[in-house]
Nanobody, 120 residues
């Protein structure tokens, strides 16, 4: 099984910054897409940012210009730099990967989540 462990969440004032990290380990065969999703209580889990194997990125409209996703392939780690945080960014943030390997079905994996709370 593959393991995804997030870190870097916490409490921050509006306008502040946080950087989330996700360390990936275990029986990894091939990572096609890495990403970050978030979910507030009572709401749907939504995509925040994704990065493909070739380095292409996509962001939710609500975070464009404020958040940046990046990765370190050698360390199997994905990051989310969050700047100018707003109260509406408050949520549990989840790391996600999609793997594709020869002769294997696509595998989707999730981390346990890390809480980000932005105060007014």
């Amino acid at each position: 099984q593959v393991q995804l462990v997030e870190s870097g969440g916490g409490l921050v004032q509006a306008g502040g910054s946080l950087r989330l990290s996700c360390a990936i380990s275990g029986n990894i065969f091939s990572i096609n897409v890495m990403g970050w999703y978030r979910q507030a209580p009572g709401k749907e889990r939504d995509m925040v940012a994704v990065i493909g194997s070739g380095g292409s990125t996509n962001y939710a409209d609500s975070v464009k210009g404020r958040f940046t996703i990046s990765k370190d392939n050698a360390r199997n780690t994905v990051y989310l730099q969050m700047n100018n945080l707003k109260p509406e960014d408050t949520a549990v943030y989840y790391c996600h990967i999609k793997e594709i390997g020869v002769g294997r079905p696509t595998r989707l994996s999730w981390g346990q989540g890390t809480q980000v709370t932005v105060s007014s």
